[in-house]
T-cell receptor, first 113, second 111 residues
Framework: KAGVTQTPRYLIKTRGQQVTLSCSPISGHRSVSWYQQTPGQGLQFLFEYFSETQRNKGNFPGRFSGRQFSNSRSEMNVSTLELGDSALYLC????????????FGPGTRLLVL | GESVGLHLPTLSVQEGDNSIINCAYSNSASDYFIWYKQESGKGPQFIIDIRSNMDKRQGQRVTVLLNKTVKHLSLQIAATQPGDSAVYFC??????????FGTGTRLQVTL
């Protein structure tokens, strides 16, 4: 079974631009969560989608948004990029409920200049 | 690879020794805990999990201990190998369904 895949793996943007990252979960997994990882803040939860609906949300500004498609693939979007948005963005999938293991993708490294 | 955490606590162990990585969690209502391993350039990888109705669980070369009284979790790695070098995170899952990660510990295995 293929793992979680994320595209692109690396991205360079400039301040003010917007970016869209993509995540394909493990086949059969219906929940997709997004995390931001930075040296200073560690791993921080952005949001979780399940059956095309946002089920949980972390404490990030509205510039960060996401969506999930009927095939469980998910995208996250960051608008009006700031230098502090430079981070590794990780996607994780699980079958359905919170009491299950989440499996992570390799991440997308975003650099904002 | 990416810098997972420049200021992470670091544990150095010699190859062949046992490693113990500790984690304090915050929510006494959390009922599910996971240890993840993150190598440079990769996403976190599941190692072992434990539910709150247990205090110990063993896997292959790894053991997780849970002490709910003091909200403490530990990961023991037996006969540590160079391939175990990575950053290790504990994660707690609350009944509200949020997964919260600890800050991580960098394990360095010396030859």
């Amino acid at each position: 079974k293929a793992g979680v895949t994320q595209t692109p793996r690396y991205l360079i943007k400039t301040r003010g631009q917007q970016v869209t990252l993509s995540c394909s979960p493990i086949s059969g997994h219906r929940s997709v969560s997004w995390y931001q990882q930075t040296p200073g803040q560690g791993l921080q939860f952005l949001f979780e989608y399940f059956s095309e609906t946002q089920r949980n949300k972390g404490n990030f500004p509205g510039r960060f948004s996401g969506r999930q498609f009927s095939n469980s693939r998910s995208e996250m979007n960051v608008s009006t990029l700031e230098l502090g948005d430079s981070a590794l963005y990780l996607c994780a999938s699980m079958v359905a409920t919170s009491s299950e293991t989440q499996y992570f993708g390799p991440g997308t490294r975003l650099l904002v200049l | 690879g990416e810098s997972v955490g420049l200021h992470l606590p670091t544990l150095s162990v010699q190859e062949g020794d046992n490693s113990i990585i500790n984690c304090a969690y915050s929510n006494s209502a959390s009922d599910y805990f996971i240890w993840y391993k993150q190598e440079s350039g990769k996403g976190p990888q599941f190692i072992i999990d434990i539910r709150s109705n247990m205090d110990k669980r063993q896997g292959q070369r790894v053991t997780v201990l849970l002490n709910k009284t003091v909200k403490h979790l530990s990961l023991q790695i037996a006969a540590t190998q160079p391939g175990d070098s990575a950053v290790y995170f504990c994660a707690e899952i609350s009944p509200a369904s949020k997964l919260t990660f600890g800050t991580g510990t960098r394990l360095q295995v010396t030859l």
